[in-house]
């Protein structure tokens, strides 16, 4: 099948598949309304305050308002195991970027010297694997 027939026959699909993605919660979960899970599942993956905006909306289409105070609740539990110095290391080793801007005050110090170090680790390594790929493409 030529190419331009493929694309055409997927992209029906591809349509579906996008709109799909872009909900921030399922029915179900709306439905469920576990506002305190959702805050605090948002928390743990250190998402930005307006998060909770896309849930409105993507509930709305549900008749499902979002209880706030329970969301805001778990969303700072949430945060509170996001922006531990053991979590700041991981994601700055990973080279992710981070929402620290997010956690409480008294975390932010230990966070950002972890990160910081994390992401030293994260550069030295990366250095290393160009290197070794480097050697490989030129010993072939």
């Not at 576990?34 to 998060?51: E, H, K, N, V």
């Not at 509930?59 to 110095?85: I, N, S």
């Not at 005050?105 to 992401?119: I, M, N, Q, T, V």
């Amino acid at each position: 099948m030529p190419r331009s027939r493929l694309l055409a026959a997927a992209a029906p699909l591809l349509a579906a598949l996008a709109a799909a993605g872009c909900a921030s919660l399922s029915k179900d979960q709306c439905l469920q309304g576990d506002w305190r899970q959702i805050g605090y599942t948002d928390g743990l993956a250190g998402a930005p305050a307006g998060r909770i905006n896309d849930h409105a909306k993507a509930c709305g289409d549900y008749g499902v308002r979002p209880d706030l105070d329970a969301y805001l609740r778990g969303r700072e539990q949430g945060f509170q195991t996001y922006c531990r110095p053991y979590h700041a290391f991981d994601l700055g080793r990973q080279g992710t970027p981070h929402n620290a801007a997010e956690c409480p005050e008294s975390l932010k110090p230990a966070f950002y010297f972890e990160y910081d170090r994390g992401l030293q680790l994260h550069r030295i390594e990366s250095e290393i694997a160009e290197r070794r790929a480097q050697i490989e493409r030129n010993h072939w």
